[in-house]
């Protein structure tokens, strides 16, 4: 680890995170991946909205992008177009990529423009102290939902395979190395490609719905998600709060930027 | 090679892009601005560059802001209510210095108010649109030509000054058609940001040179600096300092004004001898022209001074012509927004008359004459 940290981590440290956060596990397991494929640094960018997690992009030595609350994904789209042969990494959170930046979450999606996606899931707005995002639980507890949060949340993984994404995954800190291997995976897909990470908040999430300890919290990653295989080959009963982890979705389909790559080539008069 | 053509405003715009070396386009369709978009899909793929239909206004912002970045001249355009839209993103533009160009072909507003009818009613709103205090650059051109050479200069502007820059046009000029000689490319003057002459480790990415702006670099040159809408100092980094805020905000605005003799455009048109100035920009120079004319063969001493360049406010220029003549008209069409500007710059020296209009018709040159006899 000390190696990756040399490398990939820029002297920013300590992080903005709390204790116990999973945000780090979360930006190691990037890290991790990014390695494993021996990405050329020069030619990767990490691109990130705003709250706890879009943090991440300010301590990763590549070229960085912190944007705006929301607008990660085009800010990435528009660096992909003009940069079709860098790798595109976006690091955004739940509230995010899923409630301000909804709109651009699908649409990147059905496009299928090659972005990885990495949304750190902590079920709540961090950052502004715990307040209910889409994809906090149904009853879940907020500091905007006193008496139990009334929506409904998204399934983050169906939305993104919904909407056309062709590499789907999930998986928890708990699983870290599973994190990794999985965001290795969508890196090298063509294709939009998401991965839901799982992480525990315990200041503003865990706390409000007395979850226990960090280690608690990571327990619980532990004992309620199931690899998709395994998941298959259980009862009913045996799923009651369940969640699965593990590439949930791959298809092919025609990349936008290889596309549009193609267009300018008609354009220019030169053919396919 | 120098061609002569008849295009509408829009599409002039769009050429110019391509001229100044834009090769990114990112917007959405509104009326009246959507013939920008429609010539750049397919323009900048015969050049090699990209084009693409956002699913909103805010993502076409924030991808040209993503591809400038990456080190691609790139622009949008709008209207109204998608202008509105862009608003924090061009705040970002400003806060991160990154160069873009975002066209407004002004409709009437507020609101959908009438999206196909000439108004003048965001003068403000590119002034002071984004929260927060920046220093801003917005051009307006009054002819189809304008809008090709002002575009051109709108890139020049965003890549020397590393700032966002407003070309406002308005419906009249946007979908106005008029013939006319489009320069060669090569005889053009284009201006690229700086880039840096440290190596990475050495370079500072926010560290500004004696002009106030920080060179350049791209993705992918292996600088791999970080771009923050926070305040930031030199690194570019986040910082919480009273004193790196109170610089960067400052230089935000001095990076500007230090370089307002280089920024400032304007025209003035029988001024020499005038006793009443009309103030006018975009379409309403138009009847302008028109009323001044007939006003001098009446033997009525007016003339006319055009800001180009409308923010920052030609103020030495304005105060200048304020110090001549009797009276200052200041034609727009809205509800009285440049006025105030003339108003505060001249600081009476002249007596300041606003001939607003706000009803979807341009000023015509008769209202203006009208205007002009009244304030003799």
């Given at each position: 680890m000390e190696e990756l940290l040399v490398k990939y981590f820029r002297p920013k440290l300590p992080h903005i995170w709390c204790p116990g956060c999973g945000n780090g596990i979360v930006t190691a397991s990037v890290v991790k991946a990014i390695d494993k494929l021996q990405l050329d640094?020069?030619?990767?960018?990490?691109?990130?909205?705003?709250?706890?997690?879009?943090?991440?992009?300010?301590?990763?030595?590549?070229?960085?992008?912190?944007?705006?609350?929301?607008?990660?994904?085009?800010?990435?789209?528009g660096i992909k177009l003009v940069k079709p042969d860098h790798?595109?990494?976006?690091?955004?959170?739940?509230?995010?990529?899923?409630?301000?930046?909804?709109?651009?979450?699908?649409?990147?999606?059905?496009?299928?423009?090659?972005?990885?996606?990495?949304?750190?899931?902590?079920?709540?707005?961090?950052?502004?102290?715990?307040?209910?995002?889409?994809?906090?639980?149904?009853?879940?507890?907020?500091?905007?939902?006193?008496?139990?949060?009334v929506d409904r949340p998204f399934d983050l993984c169906e939305l993104a395979k919904g909407a056309g994404a062709t590499f789907v995954a999930r998986a928890t800190t708990y699983h870290a190395n599973l994190l990794?291997?999985?965001?290795?995976?969508?890196?090298?897909?063509?294709?939009?490609?998401?991965?839901?990470?799982?992480?525990?908040?315990?200041?503003?999430?865990?706390?409000?719905?007395?979850?226990?300890?960090?280690?608690?919290?990571?327990?619980?990653?532990?004992?309620?998600?199931?690899?998709?295989?395994?998941?298959?080959?259980?009862?009913?009963?045996?799923?009651?709060?369940?969640?699965?982890?593990?590439?949930?979705?791959?298809?092919?389909?025609?990349?936008y930027v290889t596309e549009y790559q193609k267009v300018i080539k008609r354009a220019m008069g030169s053919g396919e | 090679?120098?061609?002569?053509?008849?295009?509408?405003?829009?599409?002039?715009?769009?050429?110019?892009?391509?001229?100044?070396?834009?090769?990114?386009?990112?917007?959405?369709?509104?009326?009246?601005?959507?013939?920008?978009?429609?010539?750049?899909?397919?323009?900048?793929?015969?050049?090699?560059?990209?084009?693409?239909?956002?699913?909103?206004?805010?993502?076409?912002?924030?991808?040209?802001?993503?591809?400038?970045?990456?080190?691609?001249?790139?622009?949008?355009?709008?209207?109204?209510?998608?202008?509105?839209?862009?608003?924090?993103?061009?705040?970002?533009?400003?806060?991160?210095?990154?160069?873009?160009?975002?066209?407004?072909?002004?409709?009437?507003?507020?609101?959908?108010?009438?999206?196909?009818?000439?108004?003048?009613?965001?003068?403000?709103?590119?002034?002071?649109?984004?929260?927060?205090?920046?220093?801003?650059?917005?051009?307006?051109?009054?002819?189809?030509?304008?809008?090709?050479?002002?575009?051109?200069?709108?890139?020049?502007?965003?890549?020397?000054?590393?700032?966002?820059?407003?070309l406002l046009l308005d419906e009249i000029i946007g979908h106005m058609r008029e013939k006319f000689v489009m320069p060669d490319p090569a005889s053009l003057t284009i201006v690229n940001r700086k880039k840096p002459a440290l190596p990475p480790g050495e370079f500072l990415p926010y560290k500004p040179e004696a002009d106030g702006v920080a060179p350049m670099p791209g993705y992918g040159e292996g600088y791999r600096f970080h771009t923050t809408g926070l305040v930031h100092d030199y690194t570019g980094f986040p910082s919480g300092s009273n004193a790196v805020t109170h610089e960067l905000i400052e230089r935000l605005h001095t990076k500007i004004t230090n370089n307002i003799d280089d920024i400032v455009k304007y025209e003035a048109l029988e001024l020499d001898d005038a006793e009443v100035a009309v103030v006018a920009f975009g379409g309403t120079a138009r009847s302008a022209y028109a009323a001044i004319e007939s006003a001098r063969a009446e033997g009525i001493k007016a003339g006319l001074f055009r800001p180009i360049t409308i923010w920052p406010v030609p103020e030495k220029q304005l105060f200048t012509v304020a110090e001549k003549v009797k009276t200052i008209i200041v034609a727009e069409m809205n509800y009285g927004q440049y006025v105030g500007e003339v108003r505060r710059v001249v600081c009476g020296k002249a007596n300041v008359v606003s001939l607003a209009k706000w009803n979807n018709d341009p000023i015509t040159p008769n209202e203006l004459l009208n205007a002009i006899k009244a304030g003799r």
């Open positions: 640094q020069d030619k990767t960018a990490i691109v990130s909205g705003i709250g706890c997690s879009s943090r991440a992009s300010g301590y990763l030595n590549f070229d960085t992008l912190h944007t705006a609350h929301g607008r990660a994904i085009p800010f990435a789209t790798n595109v990494i976006v690091l955004t959170g739940d509230g995010d990529a899923t409630a301000i930046g909804g709109n651009h979450f699908i649409h990147a999606a059905r496009r299928n423009i090659n972005l990885t996606v990495v949304v750190f899931n902590n079920s709540i707005y961090g950052m502004t102290g715990g307040q209910y995002s889409p994809l906090t639980p149904h009853r879940g507890m907020a500091t905007t939902a006193p008496f139990g949060n990794a291997d999985l965001i290795a995976k969508a890196i090298e897909h063509k294709g939009f490609a998401l991965v839901e990470a799982i992480t525990a908040c315990p200041v503003s999430f865990g706390r409000q719905n007395k979850m226990g300890t960090p280690a608690n919290m990571i327990k619980w990653q532990r004992d309620n998600a199931v690899m998709v295989e395994a998941m298959a080959k259980m009862k009913p009963e045996q799923l009651e709060g369940k969640f699965p982890i593990g590439v949930l979705h791959q298809a092919e389909g025609t990349e | 090679m120098a061609k002569a053509v008849l295009m509408q405003g829009n599409h002039a715009c769009a050429e110019g892009a391509i001229a100044a070396g834009a090769r990114f386009f990112a917007g959405y369709p509104i009326t009246p601005s959507t013939e920008v978009a429609e010539l750049l899909a397919k323009r900048l793929p015969q050049v090699g560059g990209s084009f693409i239909q956002m699913e909103d206004e805010i993502a076409g912002m924030a991808a040209i802001i993503g591809a400038s970045l990456a080190g691609t001249k790139s622009l949008t355009a709008t209207s109204g209510p998608g202008f509105s839209l862009k608003q924090e993103l061009i705040g970002y533009a400003s806060m991160a210095e990154v160069p873009c160009v975002i066209v407004n072909v002004q409709r009437t507003g507020p609101s959908t108010g009438q999206p196909t009818s000439p108004a003048q009613g965001d003068v403000m709103q590119a002034r002071w649109g984004s929260h927060g205090d920046r220093g801003v650059i917005a051009l307006s051109p009054s002819s189809v030509p304008e809008c090709f050479t002002l575009t051109v200069e709108a890139f020049n502007l965003a890549e020397k000054y590393r700032t966002p820059v407003v």
